[in-house]
Structure formats: C-alpha cells, structure tokens
C-alpha cells in the first residue's frame, strides 16, 4: 500500500500486512467485492476500472481501480491500481441535472412550436374572418348608399308626379283622388322611414356633440321641424319642460321627431285628434342600469311622454324590434331607444293595446363627457 493510499485512510505502514482489502471497504463495496469483484478476478485474473468506496480518515473515498494477477511459483500475487474519483458523483448528478435541463429545454421548444403553430391557425382564421367583416361592411355600405340616392328618386318623383295630377286633372272622380293621395302618403311615410334608417345607421360611429339644452326649447323645434298644427289634429301640451340638460341637440331633437311621428303613424281613424303630454322633472336614479346590486346615485331629467294612439301589446324591447299589430320594423322606436342609450340613459314603456302608449325617458343632467 502506497503512502498516499495509508495517508487517506489513516493506516500505519505496521499495519499493512494484516489487513485484508475488503477491510479497507464500505459496507456496500464490501458485498459487491465478496459478489461480484472477488470471482471476477479469479476467473479473468484482471479487471478494470472497478468502482469501489474505501473509508477514509475525512470520508468515503470513490475510486476506479485496476487489478492484475501474477502467478509465480505456486505464489499468487494481486496487483491493484486505482484513481481517486471524488467528484464523480457530483458530476454525475450535474450531468443528469444538465441533461433535464435539455429535456425540459426540447419540451418547452416543442410546447412553443405548438403554441405557434396555433397562434399561426389563429391568425390565419381571424384574417379570413376579418375579411368577411369588411365585405359585410362594403356590402352595407352599398345597401345604405341606395337608400340614400337611389331608392328617395323615385319615391320624390311619385309624390311630384301624384300631386302633379292632382292639381292639374280636374275629372278625377272622388275614389280615384282618394287613391291618389293615399299614394302620396305611402310614399312619404316611405321616404320617412329610410331617412330614419340613415339617421340610425349614423349613430353607429357618431361622437356626442354636448351642448346645454333647455328641453322646452328642444321639443318646440321638434314640433315645428313636422309643421304640427297643435289646434288642427293634433294637441300637443308640454306643461313642465323647462328644464336645462346636457346632450347633442341634434340627436335629441331627432328623438323627440320620431316619438310623435310615431304617435302620428299610430293613430287613431276613430279619433278627431292625437293627443300628446310631455312632462319633465328632475329625480335621483341609481345610474346602474345593467349591473343588479351595485349602486351610483346621480341627476337625472326623468321625460314622459304619453299619447292615446293605439298602443302596442307588447314590451319595448319588442316594440322596437315589430309591431305586432302592425307586422312591421319600427326603426323610430329602435332609432329613439339607441339615442337614449348613447347618452348612457334609459327608456321604458308601457302600453295597453288600443289605449296609447307611456315612454319614460331617463337622461342625466350631468353626463360622463369621456365618450
């Protein structure tokens, strides 16, 4: 035994000819010289680079060793070399740790070229998505162009034409002037609807103009913009609307026009005349109108509007979308409803068939101005 070899494990040169080799060993080293080392050196007469523990004096001491067999007049000798290999173990563990590094390295490669090539399908589907979008949008634009130009010649044309031979022909029996100036009238309500179907397609992109507005003033321009006669057939009162609010004149204006050409188209054939109240007052509302249990209290301008047409049987949420008794769009309603809501107010109604109808009107007298 090598001084450097007693050195490590504390043995003093006396001691060396007593000592067995498996006594130099730990525990498990020692099984695995009994099991496997031993027998293979009998049987090979050498070996190599063996792992075997020796117990030192400062702790386990690893090493790979080389034996040789030497025979040599009925004598046996065992020649073993050996290399310290402290740190095997530690760098065995940093090249496993090294080696799952990788790994997780090429998963999350993988996991990324997954996520991709989702990315990529996502985007592929989102661009053939968006296409379609502005072809809708085209095709819109061009549905609403003809009802701006193309479809408003003609009717203009048949209403000159219908009142052309009115008051020049001067032979036409009673039915046939009758049916002429119900022709006349189909086509201006006709005209009307499609200026309120680009007055609602307007309100798609708009920004709010917010000025300050008396409501008293804003309902009398509404009335005059339809040339009302209030002592012909229509009477219209509007006891208590001096009240000042902020909002886009413009817009409310076209409300207020379209809630009594609305009462006017509702009318009843049975009645001498329409009639129309138009309250105001200010109140408290809960400004939450959609979210249930939370509360933020503000100002209000609380309009009521009542007629004695016809009324509906139905919700305002159905009212706008058709009338039941009429089987038709009712856009001024729909166009009315959206210009409430783009003052982040509320409209409701209530109506009894054949009984008129109630529209509540709620718009803040101090709006949010971000929008």
């Given at each position: 035994m090598n001084r450097e070899l007693r050195l490590k494990l504390g043995v003093e040169v006396e001691e060396v000819p007593?000592?067995?080799?498996?006594?130099?060993?730990?525990?498990?080293?020692?099984?695995?010289?009994?099991?496997?080392?031993?027998?293979?050196?009998?049987?090979?007469?050498?070996?190599?680079?063996i792992y075997l523990v020796f117990?030192?004096?400062?702790?386990?001491?690893?090493?790979?060793?080389?034996?040789?067999?030497?025979?040599?007049?009925?004598?046996?000798?065992i020649l073993c070399g050996g290399m310290e290999i402290s740190k095997r173990n530690k760098y065995e563990k940093e090249l496993l740790a090294a080696k799952k590094q990788a790994e997780n390295a090429l998963l999350h490669n993988a996991e990324l070229r997954e996520a991709k090539n989702k990315l990529l399908k996502n985007q592929s589907l989102l661009e053939f998505q968006l296409r379609?979008?502005?072809?809708?949008?085209?095709?819109?634009?061009?549905?609403?162009?003809?009802?701006?130009?193309?479809?408003q010649e003609p009717l203009r044309k048949t209403i000159f034409m219908s009142n052309y031979i009115l008051n020049t022909t001067t032979e036409l029996s009673s039915g046939t002037e009758e049916r002429v100036r119900k022709i006349i009238?189909?086509?201006?309500?006709?005209?009307e609807m499609l200026l309120m179907l680009l007055r609602f397609k307007e309100l798609e992109g708009r920004n709010?103009?917010?000025?300050?507005?008396?409501?008293?003033?804003?309902?009398?321009?509404?009335v005059k913009s339809l040339m009302i006669d209030n002592k012909d057939s229509i009477i219209l009162t509007c006891p208590n609307t001096c009240i000042?609010?902020?909002?886009?004149?413009?817009?409310?204006?076209?409300?207020?026009?379209?809630?009594?050409?609305n009462s006017q188209n509702e009318q009843h054939a049975n009645k001498d005349r329409l009639l129309i109240n138009i309250n105001a007052f200010v109140t408290v509302?809960?400004?939450?109108?959609?979210?249930?249990?939370?509360?933020?209290?503000?100002?209000?301008?609380?309009?009521?509007y009542t007629d004695n047409s016809k009324g509906y049987s139905s919700k305002l949420n159905k009212i706008i979308q058709k009338s039941e008794d009429l089987n038709k769009v009712n856009i001024g309603l729909a166009y009315s409803a959206q210009v409430v809501d783009k003052h982040n107010g509320a409209m409701e109604a209530a109506s009894l068939n054949g009984?008129?109808?109630?529209?509540?009107i709620f718009l803040p007298i101090d709006p949010d101005l971000k929008n």
């Open positions: 007593g000592l067995q080799l498996e006594d130099l060993l730990t525990v498990g080293s020692k099984i695995f010289y009994q099991t496997h080392f031993y027998p293979l050196v009998k049987m090979q007469n050498n070996v190599r680079e117990k030192g004096v400062n702790g386990q001491i690893p090493a790979l060793l080389n034996v040789e067999v030497k025979k040599s007049n009925d004598q046996v000798e379609e979008v502005n072809l809708l949008k085209e095709q819109q634009q061009e549905i609403f162009r003809l009802i701006a130009h193309d479809l009238n189909y086509n201006i309500k006709m005209r709010l103009e917010y000025t300050s507005i008396n409501l008293s003033d804003l309902v009398s321009s509404a000042s609010l902020k909002g886009d004149y413009k817009l409310l204006k076209n409300l207020f026009v379209a809630l009594i050409r509302k809960n400004n939450n109108f959609q979210i249930k249990d939370h509360y933020q209290y503000k100002k209000f301008v609380k309009i009521t009984k008129g109808v109630n529209y509540t």
